[in-house]
Nanobody, 116 residues
Framework: QVQLVESGGDLVQAGGSLRLSCTVS????????MGWYRQAPGKQRELVAT???????NYADSVKGRFTIARDSAKNTVNLQMNSLKPEDTAVYYC??????????WGQGTQVTVSA
């Protein structure tokens, strides 16, 4: 069973920065796509950013230019650098891993709260 553990969530003021990390129990390069999703209270879970095994990235329009997804092969983590945070970025952030075959894997989530 694959385990994904998120860390780095915190309370931060608007305009601040946070770096989320997703530690994976299996090589991150064994997955077709890895990504970050978020879910705000009363809203559906939404895609934030993804990175493919080949290194291609994709971002939600709402975070383009502010967030960066990257892999750290030495630590076997997928990180999300979040800059210029806004109150509307407040949500639980989840790490996701999509294998070539089979079901997706999800972490437990980490809370990000941005105060105005």
């Amino acid at each position: 069973q694959v385990q994904l553990v998120e860390s780095g969530g915190d309370l931060v003021q608007a305009g601040g920065s946070l770096r989320l990390s997703c530690t994976v129990s299996r090589s991150i390069f064994s997955f077709n796509v890895m990504g970050w999703y978020r879910q705000a209270p009363g809203k559906q879970r939404e895609l934030v950013a993804t990175i493919t095994s080949g290194g291609s990235t994709n971002y939600a329009d709402s975070v383009k230019g502010r967030f960066t997804i990257a892999r750290d092969s030495a630590k076997n983590t997928v990180n999300l650098q979040m800059n210029s945070l806004k109150p509307e970025d407040t949500a639980v952030y989840y790490c996701n891993a999509k294998p070539v075959l089979g079901s997706n894997f999800w972490g437990q989530g980490t809370q990000v709260t941005v105060s105005a």
